[in-house]
């Protein structure tokens, strides 16, 4: 039995990967291995981001299938090998997303689903589908991103617990706000509130970024799609006091551009700037394309509204982000 090895360079961090057999018999051990796989890319992610890192799962999904090709094992781990790859597949499809790749990124969702319903795996289907719901409303698909998120809650009713209830309500909601629908939001705003106090004392692991501050950073986003740039900014500051409180690097950088984009449209300039200021302290520690592009727009749009005190911002940030 030989098993390739993948060692990585991700920004800067070595990262070693569980390679599995060339031949032979596969095990759960081994499926316990390809499933530690997502979980170390998130961690990177969390801290850092990292544009490289949906080609890197992208690779080692190859490789798993491979060898499920080569080996032989049981059903049961057949099963478990279905689910694996989905749950990689699904971070692969988060890490296109990040990067702004988003024909890549609906991909490897549906690559996702297609072991997803391999694996018979209901709670995954919906974790799928709620990315997909979150990109559609990025894409300014408003009807697209509720009906997803409709089924995905559909699909897993009297499965769920509150914090996965939670996420999946944010996600109608922001399709509503998108779609310029402010009572069917506020609807179903509250019924994530609701349910998010159900949220369980150990959630599972592909959750636990979901917290308070999330749902205040998709009420944030709904008040500006909704042109309510005061809720935008209160609910802009509780999700930034939320994450500060994490070590999710990268989440920080996020909140940060997303406060400066309120601030801005609440017509806080001088704010607006400092929270700009605040999100290019981080620039340098993490990777996000996607988020990026938000806050090169922020500072061009500071820049049209007041090009004297926005001037400084901006030779900063041509300084940072082009270093």
Known sequence: MHRRRFVLN????????PALPESGRLGMADVD??????VRLHQLDDSHGGAE????????????????RRCTYSDRVQTGLYKALGEVATSAGWFAFDTGNQRTARRWWDTGLRYAM???????????????????????HGGEAVAIARAALAETRGRRDGQLSALLHTRVARGHAVQGESGRYGQSMLRAEQ??????EEPQRWLRFFNSGEISSAAALSALDLGRPDNAVKASREAL????????????????VRLGRSLAAADELDEAIASG????DLLPGVSSPRISAVLRQLRNDLLDRCSTRAADFSARYEAVATS
């Open 53 to 68: 890192l949906s080609a890197v799962a992208g690779h080692y999904i190859q490789h798993v299938e491979e060898a499920a």
């Open 118 to 140: 391999l694996a018979q795996d209901k709670a995954l289907q919906a974790r799928i589908w709620s990315s997909m719901s979150h990109q559609a409303a990025v894409l300014g």
């Open 241 to 256: 006091a939320v994450v500060q409180a994490t070590p999710l690097r990268r989440n920080e950088f996020a909140a940060h």
């Open 10 to 17: 991700l920004t800067g961090t070595l990262l070693a990967l």
């Open 33 to 38: 291995r390809v499933r530690t796989v997502a």
């Open 277 to 280: 200021d605040k999100a290019l």
């Open 195 to 200: 349910e998010f106090e159900r949220h369980p």
